[in-house]
C-alpha cells in the first residue's frame, strides 16, 4: 500500500510542528510538507498533491464554503480544517474538522478514518487487479496443461499475446508455476480436479 | 557484522538463530557456555578457515571471501553441503509434509482444498530432490574430479571423462527456479485458501515454509558464492594444463 502524503497548513508555528509530531503515530502516512504563508498554499497543493490538506480556514485563500471544489476540483483531496473555533463545520465544508482542544487520540482517529477511506477506495479502483475475463480464459488452458503455442492456436491469437498475458496474471496473482496457476484455477472453479492431468 | 575467530560461540548464535542448523551440521553442539569461535572448532576438530568462511557466507549475503576460497578444501564443502541436503530430504521436508497431513483431519470447510497442497507440494519435493540428486550424482563428483587433477597435476582416464563431460557453466545455468514453486505455495496458502477452523496448525505450516526458504537461500549461497568461484578458478588453471 501506497503511503498517504500529508500537507499541513497552519500560521502557528507551535501547532503545525505539533500537529506533525502526533502525526508521525498515523500508519502509513507521511507529513511531506508544513506550509506558514497563506499565499503558498495554492502553489504548493498543486505541485505536491497531497492525499489529505489539514488546514486553518485563515490560510485559505478567499472566502468560499465549499472550500474542497473550488481550491482543489482536479485532486483527490481529503480537506480536514483545523482551527479554535467552534462550530466550524456548519460555515464550511470539509472531510473532517479538528479542534485546538482536541485530544491526540482524538485527532489520530479523524485522520485514520479518513484513510481507511482513502483505502477502501483506492480498493475498489484496483478492479483492474483482479484478472480479466480473457486472462481467466488464458489461465484456464495453463492450468489444463496446454504450452503457449497451443494456446495460441486454440485462441486464434499470436504467442507473443500468450505470453504478455501470461505475464499479467502472473504479476496479478503472485503466482508464477504452471503448478501454482493451476491450483489457483481449482480453486476459482475455473477447472476441476478431474480435468487437470 | 563480520563473524571472527576470537568472539564467543554463544554471541554468534545469539547474532543469527539461523546458524544453529549450521553449526549442527558440523557436529557441534549447544551447550558450549563461553568458549570462541576457535576454542569450539579445536574441541570438535573443525578446520577454523573453513567454519568462518561458511558462517560468513550464511549470515551476511554481501559477504565475498575471495583470498580465502584457495585455502578451503573442495572436499570439505561438498561434505557440508551433502550434510544440509540430507537435512533437507530427511528431516525438513518429511516434517512439512507430516503436518500436511495431519491438517487432512482437520475440520475444513473444502477437504479437496487440503489434497490441492498435499499435491503441490508433492510436485514441490520431488522437484527438490531430483535437484539435490543432480548435484550429488553430477556436480559433487565432477567438482571432486577437478580438485583430483589440480591436486596431481595430472589427468587420469577417469577424472578426464568427467572433467570433460560437464563444466560448472552450466550447474550455474541450471541452478535457479526451484525456489519459484515454494514462492507460490506460500502465495496460495496465503492469499486464496481460508484456512481450518482450528488455524494453529495451518499457520505453522506458513512459517515453515518461510523457514525452509530462508535456509534454503542461505544453501545456494554456499553453492554461489563459495563453491562455484573456486571451481571457475581451477578450472582456469586446468585449461592452462591441457
Redesign the interface.
Known sequence: MARSTILIAENSCIIRKGLRSILQNLENSEVIQLIDDKEDVCKIVTKSKPDILIINPNMLPGDCLDVKKELFATNKLSLVLISDKKNIEKELKADAYINYSDGQNAILDKLQEILNKKNKSVHADKSSETISSREKNILKHIALGLTNKEIADQLFISIHTVVTHRKNITQK?????V??LT??A???NLIS?DEVK | MRIKKDMKLADVIQLNYMLIPVIHRFGINLGFGDKTVAEVCKDNEVDLNFFLQLVNAYHDKDYFPKEELQTIPVKNIVNYLKMTHASYLNDKLSEIDDKIISLQSEDMEDQRYILLIKNFFDGYKSELTEHILHEENVVFPYVLAVEEIIKTQSFTASNRAIFESFSIEKYEEEHNDVEEKLMDLKTIMIKYLTPPANSTLYHTIIQDLFKLEEDLNYHSRIEDKVLTPKVILMEKSISNLL
Do not use: A, E, Q
Request: hydrophobic share 45%.
Open positions: 496473482l503472485g503466482i508464477k508455476s503448478s501454482g491450483v489457483y481449482i480453486l476459482h480436479m
